[in-house]
């Protein structure tokens, strides 16, 4: 698998039959990743941010991998190799599990997860469902991490034995939101509001301050909350919603690049350029010219 300086790839061996994958596209088109996968390994996929398309039968047909959703497969009946196209500003990552190895983790369990079912151990198995706030909260831990590079292979092996064990909750109460940081679901749908208040009007958007009043979390909740559920700072969330979002609009042809600046609330269009550039390495004149 090949990177450049907008993509990056990591393969993490944390035991024997159990890898962890990290993708992440911080440029401006789609970057491709191919890797051979054995007919025994089951496919974990959990997109944090943006997209991707897992391709199969050489293009023929294609499973679309989203944001805020997790995918798994598994077909013992022949090698599932991971051909996945990441689109821009796009962070995945993959688990790949030995069905041997994964059995041990949950041999007590196997007749709660389909495919490990002895009916069904055989059949190829396919799931998508979307991701939890307390599973957000661990693959953005594994994505941005600051230790020690002796340390990165303890730290992930135990991130990803937590992020398995919210994924299968077999408590009682398994529908209650498993957050480390949010106590209760009410706190997480406020979290979430924010974002959403942040987008509607990222125009002029309301201070912090303003934003967790009209949410009712206290501004240390508000912004502890958000980084722990989402990755990252409102105000960076927001800086790269509305470049992505002008990234959009300029490719529909329709705005030029000063009334793209002002339709995302920039005071100048220099400001908005510079910003653009920072991201996507390219003035937004020049990427216009490519399209």
Do not use: W
């Not at 698998?1 to 990290?22: A, V």
């Not at 598994?74 to 030995?98: A, E, G, R």
């Not at 990252?232 to 690049?257: A, G, P, Q």
């Not at 100048?268 to 004149?285: E, N, V």
């Amino acid at each position: 698998m090949k990177n450049n300086s907008k993509s990056f790839f990591k393969d993490i061996q944390i035991e024997e039959g159990f890898s962890l994958l990290k993708f992440q596209n911080t440029g401006g088109d789609k970057q491709s990743f191919l890797k051979e996968v054995s007919s025994d390994y089951i496919q974990f996929f959990f997109c944090i941010k943006g997209s991707g398309k897992l391709i199969f039968n050489n293009g023929r047909y294609g499973i679309d991998v989203l944001e805020n959703k997790s995918l798994v497969l598994y077909n013992p009946l022949q090698n599932l190799p991971i051909n996945i196209d990441v689109n821009s500003n796009s962070k995945i990552i993959t688990l790949l599990i030995s069905i041997k190895k994964f059995h041990s983790f949950f041999s007590n369990f196997a007749t709660y997860i389909t495919f490990l079912k002895d009916e069904n151990k055989s059949k190829k198995y396919y799931s998508a469902k979307d991701l939890q706030p307390g599973e957000l909260v661990v693959l953005n831990q594994v994505f941005k991490y600051n230790l020690h590079a002796s340390l990165e292979k303890l730290y992930t092996k135990g991130k990803v034995y937590e992020l398995l064990s919210l994924y299968f909750n077999f408590s009682e109460d398994g529908d209650i939101d498993s957050c480390p940081f949010l106590e209760n679901e009410e706190n997480v749908d406020k979290i979430k509001k924010s974002k959403e208040i942040i987008i509607e009007r990222m125009t002029d958007p309301p201070s912090l301050n303003e934003l967790a009043a009209e949410v009712g979390l206290s501004l240390k909740k508000l912004k502890d909350g958000f980084k722990q559920i989402y990755g990252e700072t409102i105000f960076n969330f927001l800086l790269e919603y509305k470049l992505d979002y002008s990234r959009k609009l300029l490719e529909s042809k329709k705005y030029n690049v000063t009334e793209i600046s002002s339709l995302i609330g920039y005071s100048t269009s220099s400001h908005y350029i510079a910003a653009f550039k920072r991201k996507f390495g390219t003035t937004p004149k020049k990427y216009l010219g490519k399209l």
